[in-house]
């Protein structure tokens, strides 16, 4: 009766081995394997000890519903002087800022960027203990106020923020620096925070120091670069003046890791007046530029990794930029292959029309000389002509700068 109770089960096996075997037999192996597998699935499934601790999420956060009222509440609770209860207002604030009703309604009515002022100087001067991270929370409250043109305004227009940011981007504090410089960014793209920071010449300063600070350091925060621009733009005399022309000079001669990025924007800006025209012209800036140009050709193995050029927008901006004096277009005569270059770059770009646009306009740069306009229009008219222009700005430069070709062609028959 059993063995043929025994039968039901595995009916397969049983067909295959029901004469070496008896049912019971064949159902007592399959159990034992069965088990086995079972065994090595629940370890799988098995959740290691040290991630059983529950989630801090919510102990970081104040208790509020998010509405109407939280911000006040969040504003009471950040004058606490318990701290657990102001981390936990400060924490919850990041989040609720993110919404930009919120953050106009705290910058104007909460006058938050006061407030926030005065923990943010008590934790900097020591006079209160961090105990959790404060201060890089305050650095997050700023960066999403200085998103805001009123709250842009406010920040800029406390110079303790001011120092007290440069001072953090100086001593390369952990996870406050890039912090530092991206607030630092979001104010000067802004034209009134801009001309704030222009009008107080410790900023430009501060910025000095920081980059002379290590000449031959290979990186520095990405928003801090963009911050340099933005001042370098406006006032590139005081940059000058401050050192940036030998400080960027000597990065792109030695070919420091990336220099072909920002450092070389930073460059080609500061050429755009009349005493970074001439240092050009005695540094010899159309040989330093050329030697870059010619990298491709050049053996790769000779190349550390950063150092090989991947964007040559900014190279083929400084080339335009440096070549409005006579020395220079002079001293471009001298390296035939340079429109070569120049139109190789314009011909292989496919997705950066600022790029292709700055290729034109280096062309009628170079075509000032006779001697290059008759090279390009032998060589290169063809090929322009037939440039498929990837946005408006670029199909009107190419148009102005074909015409100005045929021009001279019209002109000398």
Known sequence: MWEQLERYRNHFLQNEIKDVLKPSSINSHQNKEWAKAMEKRYICKCVPYCCTSTST????????AYGWFALPKLMKELDSDIPLTHWKAVVSLTEFLLN????????????????????????????????????EMYLRIYNILSRNLDGAENIAKRKCLRDEFYKIIKNQEINKDGLASEILRNLTGKPKALEIFLEDPDNFLAMAEI?????????????????????????????????????????????????????TKAFALLLRCAEGQRR??????????????????????????????????????????????????????????????????????????????????????????????????????????????????????????????????????
């Open 211 to 263: 980059f002379h600070q290590d000449p031959c350091r290979p990186h520095y925060p990405l928003h801090l670069w963009h911050h340099l621009c933005h001042l370098l733009e406006v006032a590139p005399e005081q940059g000058i003046e401050l050192g940036f022309f030998e400080l960027l000079h000597s990065r792109i001669l030695n070919r420091l890791s990336n220099f072909w990025d920002m450092a």
């Open 100 to 135: 930009p009703l919120n953050a106009q309604r705290a910058i104007n009515e909460k006058d938050l960027v006061r407030k926030l002022k005065n923990a943010f100087m008590r934790m900097r001067l020591k006079l209160h203990k961090e105990e959790h991270q404060e201060v």
């Open 280 to 413: 050009f012209d005695a540094v010899d800036g159309v040989k330093l530029l050329y030697d870059v140009f010619v990298q491709p050709d050049e053996n790769r193995r000779l190349l550390l990794p950063l150092q090989k050029v991947e964007n040559w927008e900014y190279t083929v901006l400084a080339l335009v930029n440096g070549l409005h004096s006579k020395r220079a277009l002079w001293r471009s005569r001298e390296f035939t292959q340079l429109p070569c270059y120049v139109g190789r770059l314009m011909q292989s770009t496919e997705d950066n029309p600022r790029l292709q646009l700055y290729c034109l306009k280096a062309f009628r740069e170079l075509g000032v000389m006779p001697c290059i306009k008759r090279y390009i229009i032998a060589n290169w008219l063809e090929d322009i002509c037939k440039l498929f222009c990837l946005d408006a700005e670029a199909e009107c430069a190419r148009d102005s700068l074909v015409d100005w070709l045929r021009r001279d062609i019209a002109d000398s028959s």
């Open 57 to 64: 999420h919510l102990q970081n956060r104040a208790q509020l």
